[in-house]
Nanobody, 121 residues
């Protein structure tokens, strides 16, 4: 079992920045990938960014150039620095862990409880 705890959500004005963090604990595989997804009511959860334990990274088109994913393998944490935020970035953001290094947008794996990000003026 793997437990994930997110933090760092909140309210920000358009153009602002937020940093999300996720801490993983439990049976963490040495080779793995950690992800950020987001979901708005009535829509499917969608991939935002992902990073493997080896450092391979994937971004959704909506995140490219604005968001940066990073991780600390020693601490089993992953962060998502979000800049130039837009109202359409408003969503619940979820941390996800998969015990494999092949990046995939599939909705399998372990999930955190989610953290709300609201971008509005």
């Amino acid at each position: 079992q793997v437990q994930l705890v997110e933090s760092g959500g909140g309210w920000v004005q358009p153009g602002g920045s937020l940093n999300l963090s996720c801490a993983a604990s439990g049976s963490i595989a040495s080779i793995n990938a950690m992800y950020w997804y987001r979901q708005v009511p009535g829509k499917q959860r969608e991939l935002v960014a992902a990073i493997t334990s080896g450092g391979s990274i994937m971004y959704a088109d909506s995140a490219k150039g604005r968001f940066t994913i990073s991780r600390d393998n020693a601490k089993n944490t992953v962060s998502l620095q979000m800049n130039s935020l837009k109202p359409e970035d408003t969503a619940v953001y979820y941390c996800n862990y998969k015990p494999r290094a092949v990046l995939t947008p599939s909705l399998v794996g372990y999930w955190g409880q989610g953290t709300q990000v609201t971008v509005s003026s």
